[in-house]
């Protein structure tokens, strides 16, 4: 298995603009998790899928942040408009199969910065 | 309310020396207790985990880990350092559901 993959690995864009970031999860897993990691705050759990459902995203900073799961290979996480604060790295983990937290697999993250 | 306190930022060893890394967790109950490291530019890996089996965890890399209840600790050990073990250091604690907790993280320098 190729691991979790995310793309792009960089975005750098101008305030306001639409960012869409993309993960696939390990097959089989379902479980999935959207991170962000910033100096300031650590790693900040956004949102976590379970086949496909959201099932919390009290971490969505607010209401320009959106995350779907369309199917059980793809997940995005939208930032629209966005703004320099954003500028952080994303993550995408999933976990699985099943209940218990055997520990994630992560991916290598996309650095995004606002401008 | 449930933490994970990473007790050192920095730790700093030599080339073939032992490393520790301390991690203390509070919590209502006994939960899953893992190690994850991340090096630069990479996403975070599982080092080992703990989920109420043997106490002593064994994982990738020379890794170990403890876990003592009685002191609430699940500290992170190797013998002997590798330049390549230079990163960063993650304890995390699951409560259950998914209430997962990152501890601060430890960044240990190797030194030749």
């Known amino acids: 298995d190729a691991g979790v993959i995310q793309s792009p690995r960089h975005e750098v864009t101008e305030m306001g603009q639409e960012v869409t970031l993309r993960c696939k999860p390990i097959s089989g897993h379902d479980y999935l998790f959207w991170y962000r990691q910033t100096m300031m705050r650590g790693l900040e759990l956004l949102i976590y899928f379970n086949n496909n459902v959201p099932i919390d995203d009290s971490g969505m900073p607010e209401d320009r942040f959106s995350a779907k799961m369309p199917n059980a290979s793809f997940s995005t996480l939208k930032i629209q408009p966005s703004e320099p604060r954003d500028s952080a790295v994303y993550f995408c983990?999933?976990?699985?199969?099943?209940?218990?937290?055997?520990?994630?697999?992560f991916g290598s993250g996309t650095r995004l910065t606002v401008v | 309310a449930q933490s994970v306190t990473q007790l050192d930022s920095h730790v700093s060893v030599s080339e073939g020396t032992p490393v520790l890394l301390r991690c203390n967790y509070s919590s209502s109950y006994s939960p899953s207790l893992f190690w994850y490291v991340q090096h630069p530019n990479k996403g975070l890996q599982l080092l080992l985990k703990?989920?109420?089996?043997?106490?002593l965890v064994k994982g990738i890399n020379g890794f170990e880990a403890e876990f003592k209840k009685s002191e609430t600790s699940f500290h992170l050990t190797k013998p002997s350092a590798h330049m390549s073990d230079a990163a960063e250091y993650f304890c995390v604690a699951d409560t259950g559901g998914f209430k997962t907790i990152f501890g601060a993280g430890t960044r240990l320098f190797v030194k030749a």
């Open positions: 983990a999933s976990s699985g199969p099943g209940q218990g937290n055997y520990g994630y697999t």
């Open positions: 703990y989920t109420s089996a043997a106490t």
